[in-house]
């Protein structure tokens, strides 16, 4: 489906709309979406295509992944969880996830962001210099 620009705006500014303190708020969102559906204005599936793609790409943005060799103690966890907070910003969804073919160190991704500090990425760049 081809989307207009004034939907892309329209979605753009329903999205702004949504939005308290620099977060989604779901509650809004639903509400929003609940009152295009009954108003249906023109174009309003490709409102609520674009709107929907928005909220997809906020959640994303706003999701984080931290992966290790082995559980993290509650110390090292909640350093994580700081730096991370300060770096992006309150609302972040942080999961935290064993993954042992890194053998040690740490892999976060946020976002479309990947910091890879573990043993695994740095055997992997040392092979590829050689």
């Given at each position: 489906m ?11 500014h ?9 977060l989604?708020d ?7 979406v609940?009152?295009?559906i009954?108003?249906?204005p023109?174009g ?6 674009h709107?929907e793609r ?9 999701a ?14 909640s ?6 907070i300060?770096?992006y910003?309150?609302?972040?969804n942080?999961?935290?996830a ?7 160190g740490?892999r ?5 962001d ?7 990425a ?8 050689f």
């Open positions: 081809r989307i207009s620009r004034q939907a892309r705006r329209d979605a753009k329903l999205f702004r709309s949504c939005q308290v303190n620099g989604l779901e509650e809004r969102a639903r509400r929003a609940q009152q295009i009954a108003q249906r023109r309003y599936a490709a409102i609520l295509s709107f928005l909220v997809k790409l906020d959640f994303d943005r706003r984080a992944r931290v992966e290790s060799s082995a559980p993290l103690d509650e110390r090292m966890a350093a994580v969880r700081a730096n991370l300060r770096k910003g309150a609302g972040l942080i999961a935290f064993q993954n042992a073919s890194l053998l040690g740490l976060i991704k946020v976002g479309s990947v910091y890879d500090g573990s043993i695994q740095r055997l992997n760049a040392l092979a590829e210099s």
